[in-house]
């Protein structure tokens, strides 16, 4: 970023962040207004800080987008692991979602039935540029880890 931003600047949709601490509490949880700026201000601060270093990891591979594997990699990086599988859940369901989506605009006329929605569901997992980006996101990763061991064993 060229300029400088205040954490003001920044902040995420308040009500996104009602909706998640909301969503990640119990039942009945009452969410003070002190709490909810507290929580926006720090997702605002943890978003910034990753982006930043997806950045990094980004750059050291001379590539000038931030692509999924280096927002993996940048969780590695910050000692978050216990976040990679339910992020490649996620990206995952998104993709099958995408992909599902595009079929159904071009099928647009046809009512399916829930058996038909679970075969839909088996071929686009079955399909190969499907599995392709999948693992696409477990290659990088599998490759940055070799990458590291040779830097450990160099130095």
Do not use: C, W
Request: overall charge negative.
């Amino acid at each position: 970023m060229s300029d400088t931003y205040s954490i003001d600047d920044l902040e995420l949709p308040k009500a996104v962040i009602t909706r998640v601490l909301k969503n990640a509490l119990p039942e009945g949880t009452v969410i003070s207004k002190d709490t909810r700026l507290a929580a926006n201000r720090a997702a605002t601060v943890f978003v910034n800080y990753l982006a930043s270093v997806a950045n990094d990891v980004a750059k050291s591979v001379n590539h000038k987008t931030i692509n999924s594997p280096d927002v993996i990699k940048a969780l590695e990086i910050v000692e978050l692991d216990h976040l990679i599988e339910p992020l490649k859940e996620g990206l995952e369901g998104k993709l099958i979602a995408e992909k599902k989506q595009k079929k159904k605009d071009g099928d647009e006329s046809k009512q399916k039935t829930e058996g038909e929605e679970e075969e839909e569901d088996d071929e686009l997992l079955n399909d190969p540029q499907m599995v392709d980006k999948l693992n696409t996101v477990d290659n990088s990763i599998v490759e940055d880890e070799d990458e590291d061991m040779e830097k450990t064993h160099v130095e």
